[in-house]
């Protein structure tokens, strides 16, 4: 037995890896990276976003999500404009194009659920509730480890 099977953290990154794969190939056509995708999918449930909600959403920074962005804008699937109540902020607002995407992409996500076995939504949300629940105690983790740091240094 490999010592990465009975690793917690080698069956989440490889969960993650063919996920993203398995995305990949399905969005090729509409030229979509699965970032991009978690972008539009942000936008075509909530709505306009401040780049500042997008990059909460994805846990990106600006850095990140900013060219992520640029790139749909040149697509033609979303818009970004100063928000008139506060130039600091950037909105990010779906097209037409990329409203009328949403028919076309929407079976990406059933088709990745029948692929992992997960067309019961029970089970599927159960397994988003354990990943969220591994995510809060990591990242609290992480946020100790940050409040450490500021405080010796």
Do not use: K
Request: charge should be negative.
């Amino acid at each position: 037995m490999a010592v990465t099977d009975e690793m917690v953290c080698f069956s989440l990154y490889s969960a993650a890896r063919a996920t993203t794969q398995a995305y990949r190939s399905l969005l090729a056509p509409w030229g979509l990276t699965y970032p991009q995708y978690l972008v539009l999918a942000i936008l075509w449930h909530e709505g306009e976003q401040s780049v500042g909600a997008l990059g909460e959403a994805m846990q990106l920074d600006s850095g990140t999500l900013s060219p992520l962005v640029r790139r749909l804008e040149q697509a033609g699937y979303v818009t970004r404009a100063r928000s008139p109540l506060d130039e600091r902020v950037v909105l990010v607002r779906l097209t037409d194009a990329g409203l009328a995407l949403r028919a076309e992409v929407a079976p990406a996500r059933a088709t990745i659920a029948e692929l992992a076995g997960m067309a019961d939504a029970e089970h599927r949300q159960r397994l988003i509730a354990e990943l969220r629940e591994l995510t809060t105690l990591l990242q609290g983790m992480n946020d100790r480890e940050d409040a450490s740091a500021a405080a010796r240094g």
